[in-house]
Structures are given as C-alpha cells and as structure tokens.
C-alpha cells in the first residue's frame, strides 16, 4: 500500500522560494495520481497542484499557484516534489501530498477537480510560514 512523507517544509521570507518533498513507498508513486494540498488553519484543505500518473508527466495547477509552483516527479526516487516561488504570505499553512490510483484515460485534474474528496492516501503534512 501507498505511503507518502512530506518534507521540507520551514520558514521562509516573502518572496523567497521552497522546496517541498514527498517521499513514497510500499507501492510505485507513478502509478498514483498525486497532488499537493495546503491547509490554513480555521479553513479547509485547498489544491494547489497534480501529477499524473500511469507514468503519465502531466501537471494542473490551481490559479493561486500557477506560474508560481511547478510539481515534479523523480521515478528513480519514488518522490514528488512542488517547488514554490514568489511566495507570499497568504501560501502559509501546511502541506499535504496525497495519491489516488488513477484510471487509464483519466487526468490528474480528474480527482484534483473533487477536491480533498479525490484522493484516498495522504501524507502527514509539512507546516510552511511564510514571514519576515
């Protein structure tokens, strides 16, 4: 079964740029949708990005992040990765990679596009404050 651990989360200037990682295992990340999630506190989880899987290299973004956050993933390392830049203060909060299996023909933005709902496996999360 699936596991996923995130790291690299800390604190970090406005502005300023930072790498998160998640770590599977028990399972081939690839084969999973995966998609980064951020949760401010008083309020819900909300999407910001996903990879596809199947082998599959296609990314989605949400508009709070586009052109500011790009998701990866290395297959050798069984990892994901979101790199984030420009960040603001309003990207604080902790973040969350969570995977689902996905069906040939589908997209990631399939289950991203149900929200927290669309995924069935989730990491533990990595707190990210973004101040001076």
């Known amino acids: 079964q699936l596991k996923l651990v995130e790291s690299g989360g800390g604190l970090v200037p406005p502005g300023g740029s930072l790498t998160l990682s998640c770590a599977a295992s028990g399972d081939t990340v690839a084969r999973f949708a995966i998609a980064w999630f951020r949760r401010v506190p008083g309020q819900g989880l909300k999407e910001l990005s996903c990879?596809?899987?199947?082998?599959?290299?296609?990314?989605d973004y949400s508009s709070v992040v586009k052109g500011r956050f790009i998701m990866s993933r290395d297959d050798a390392k069984n990892e994901i990765y979101l790199r984030m830049n420009s960040l603001e203060s309003e990207d604080t909060g902790t973040y969350y990679c969570?995977?689902?299996?996905?069906?040939?023909?589908?997209?990631?933005?399939?289950?991203?596009?149900?929200?927290?709902?669309?995924?069935?496996?989730w990491g533990r999360g990595t707190p990210v404050t973004v101040s001076t």
């Open positions: 969570a995977g689902h299996s996905m069906r040939l023909g589908e997209t990631c933005g399939t289950y991203m596009g149900r929200g927290s709902s669309g995924f069935n496996i």
């Open positions: 990879i596809d899987g199947n082998a599959g290299a296609g990314t």
